[in-house]
């Protein structure tokens, strides 16, 4: 998971260029929240970061603000063996909130124990094995079709797996996907935020109809 530096309001380049290779896509503004710092001292170093070509800013939709995004190079500096992260205007406000989960999270329980999805792809196809995942079946190949969350929580023996919900699932999918989590034995629990309203209440009945109440908890999704 992502270790932040001790003292609030301190970090280094890599600190930041980690932060924001691991969690794919984030706002200026989550820099600020993550790092415990004002705007300026964040746009400050941000700006420095996108000069030596560690960063990059992605301006995609309108109503979204902009993004940051490391480069190959950036990746290669702060030490991760990632690829560059892949966004899209519609991934945009996925990415945003997963971010946003992932620091609120990282409040509660320590930022060291969340494992943004990238890190966790990373980790299980350097394992060969479903760590973090859901098996949803097979390949023509003969390996595992996984369903793998937006994020984890390393809590006890078992991760606890965290799924972030902002539009609605077509129902047979989503129930196939909340079986597939009920099956997964290697993981602790599920977590689903979700946005409230009818993305809420369609995993709720799904959780219901695959009877998975004791496996997965539901709760309204954290915000940007």
């Known amino acids: 998971g992502l270790r932040l530096s001790g003292v609030r309001g301190r970090f280094s380049d890599r600190e930041l260029v980690r932060f924001v290779g691991l969690h794919g896509a984030v706002s ?10 004002g705007r ?38 702060a030490g991760l063996d990632l690829g560059r992260c892949v966004v899209s205007p519609g991934s945009v406000s996925h990415w945003l909130r997963c971010t ?39 390949r023509p190949d003969g390996s595992d079709r996984l369903h793998r969350p937006d994020l984890a929580l390393a809590l006890g023996e ?42 809420r209440r369609g995993v709720e009945r799904a959780v219901r109809a695959a009877r998975a109440e004791e496996r997965v908890q539901v709760a309204e999704v954290m915000g940007r």
């Not at 200026?28 to 710092?37: K, N, P």
């Not at 000069?51 to 990746?75: F, I, N, W, Y």
């Not at 989503?174 to 993305?199: K, M, Q, S």
């Open 158 to 199: 078992r991760p606890v797996a965290v799924e972030v919900e902002l539009t609605p699932k077509a129902p047979r999918r989503l129930e196939a996907i909340i079986a597939a989590w009920r099956r997964a034995a290697w993981v602790g629990g599920v977590l689903y935020l979700c946005e409230p309203g009818a993305t």
């Open 100 to 138: 946003a989960a992932a620091l609120e999270l990282g409040e509660r329980y320590g930022t060291d124990r969340v494992i943004a999805e990238r890190e966790l792809r990373f980790i299980e196809q350097a394992e060969g094995r479903a760590i973090y995942s859901a098996k949803l079946g097979h």
């Open 28 to 37: 200026v503004e989550q820099v600020m929240g993550a790092f415990g710092v």
């Open 40 to 77: 300026t001292a964040a746009y400050r170093r941000v700006a420095a970061c996108i000069a030596a070509g560690l960063l990059e800013r992605l301006a995609l939709l309108r109503e979204e603000p902009s993004v940051l995004r490391a480069t190959r190079p950036g990746l290669r500096f």
